[in-house]
Nanobody, 127 residues
């Protein structure tokens, strides 16, 4: 059973930075494609960023492109999301997700493509 635990959320002022981390256990992390999603109050969960299992492919939502960076360390079973130039509209609960046994170099953007989710970490950006 794959378990994902996020950390690093918090309160930050507009224009500030945060780094989220997600640690996986219970499986072979290097075989998973990973992603970050977020959900603001009253809104649907939305895609933020994704990375393939071998780190050769990444993709971002247009709303975060150029400000957020997804990375992974397969030796430490972690995926991270570096968030810079934060805006009030980035306020949400952030979730990491895992897609097991993906295609080589493949990234996935839809929530229904991920079978494992963390519990989420709150990010609040004050204006």
């Amino acid at each position: 059973q794959v378990q994902l635990v996020e950390s690093g959320g918090g309160l930050v002022q507009s224009g500030g930075s945060l780094r989220l981390s997600c640690t996986a256990s219970g499986g072979t992390f290097s075989r998973y494609a990973m992603a970050w999603f977020r959900q603001a109050p009253g809104k649907e969960r939305e895609f933020v960023a994704a990375i393939s299992r071998s780190t050769d492919s990444t993709t971002y939502a247009d709303s975060v492109k150029g400000r957020f960076t997804i990375s992974r360390d397969n030796a430490k079973n972690t995926v991270s999301l570096e968030m810079n130039s934060l805006k009030s509209e980035d306020t949400a609960v952030y979730y990491c997700a895992a897609h097991l046994y993906p295609g080589i170099g493949t990234v996935y953007l839809r929530t229904n493509e991920y079978g494992y989710w963390g519990q989420g970490t709150q990010v609040t950006v004050s204006s």
